[in-house]
């Protein structure tokens, strides 16, 4: 009987080890399941220099559960004295709803960081922080900034990021920045979080491929977000370009009536598929599933939503 016992419990000590050495999976697999069943966070990006709460946005952000916008307050150019300047200013026509929280971002031309750029951190936080307390743009946790920086301007410009870092930091505000995929390759910049740019990923030049988003483009890099060291949303285009062609030489991306149309040009019209975003989401997914835990649609203006409503873009949300 003593034996019998003896045994019983020397088997409940292996299973008891068997057992608490299978936890840590264990709980891999429990927080795995929690994320899957977790839906992202939905955000978008806007784009446009005015800011207009008509019906059209305010239903879409209502019935797509949209509560987080990256609201572009201006970009930064050299201008003809070859002075860094803020340059087409976001204006407010409408109030933005207390609902919504706001990152302010600002494009800056990468020519801006061949240039002294050793106050710059400060002149974008006193601007940024002064239109929200102007426009009363309340619920902002985050300021991000956007620039196609290269190796030349990489020190500048990491340099300015880590100053104005430290200046957010201290009024209890966060730093993103804007990560294109060809810059997975390099070391991330000290900031607190990126936003991964899944469009402009090809040459607007190249009549034979979609210079928005081709997933052979992106192909060479995505190999590089598993390591990168930077946690990460992904941003997905909803936009469409018309592209001026003369002579079968490219000549620009046509706003409006700002390039000659003449006789004999060419326009074609690029815009991506359902069907591409999604894979390159779930491309996104394989690699660095933490990067879908938010995602993004760029952008949300007028023109925009019509045709989010009109291809069903918004199902990316739900996928």
């Given amino acids: 009987m003593l034996k019998h016992k003896s045994s019983m419990r020397k ?42 709460s008509d019906s059209a946005l305010t239903s879409f952000l209502e019935s797509n ?48 960081m061949k240039k002294d750029v050793s106050n710059l951190d400060q002149l974008l936080m006193k601007r940024i922080l002064q239109m ?12 991000q900034i956007d620039c196609d920086w290269s190796p030349s301007t990489r020190k500048s410009y990491f340099d300015m990021l880590s100053r104005l870092r430290s200046s957010l930091h201290a009024k209890g505000l966060r730093l993103s920045a804007t990560i294109r995929l060809h810059q997975l390759g390099e070391a991330p910049p000290p900031v607190d979080h990126g936003v991964l740019m899944m469009y402009n990923t090809g040459d607007v030049s190249n009549k034979d491929k979609n210079p928005i988003l081709d997933l052979d483009d992106c192909a060479p890099y995505l190999p590089n977000l598993s390591k990168y ?13 018309d592209l001026l062609f003369r002579e079968s030489h490219f000549v620009g991306i046509l706003h409006g009536d700002d390039l000659p149309v003449i006789e004999g040009d060419t326009i074609i019209t690029r815009e991506v598929a359902l069907e591409t975003i999604q894979k390159a989401k779930e491309a996104i997914q394989r690699i660095k599933p933490s990067a879908n835990d938010e995602v993004i649609l760029f952008e949300i203006s007028k023109d925009n939503i019509q045709r989010i409503n009109h291809y069903h873009y918004e199902k990316i949300y739900n996928h």
């Avoid at 008891?16 to 927080?31: D, E, T």
């Avoid at 987080?68 to 201006?74: A, C, Q, T």
């Avoid at 930077?230 to 909803?238: D, I």
């Fill in 11 to 52: 088997a409940i000590r292996a299973d008891f080890r068997i057992v608490w050495g299978l936890l840590p999976l264990l709980s891999l697999i429990v927080a795995g399941c929690h994320r899957h069943d977790t839906p992202p966070k939905r955000s978008a990006y806007y784009w446009s220099t005015t800011w207009e």
């Fill in 65 to 112: 559960g949209v509560d987080k916008i990256y609201l572009r307050f201006f970009d930064v150019v050299v201008d003809d004295d070859d002075k860094v300047m803020p340059n087409a200013t976001l204006r407010f026509a409408d109030a933005v709803p207390d609902s919504i929280e706001v990152v302010p971002t600002v494009f800056i031309v990468n020519g801006c």
């Fill in 132 to 143: 929200c307390e102007t426009h009363d743009v309340l619920n902002v946790k985050e300021i």
């Fill in 229 to 241: 060291d930077l946690p990460l949303s992904a941003a997905y285009p909803v936009f469409s370009w």
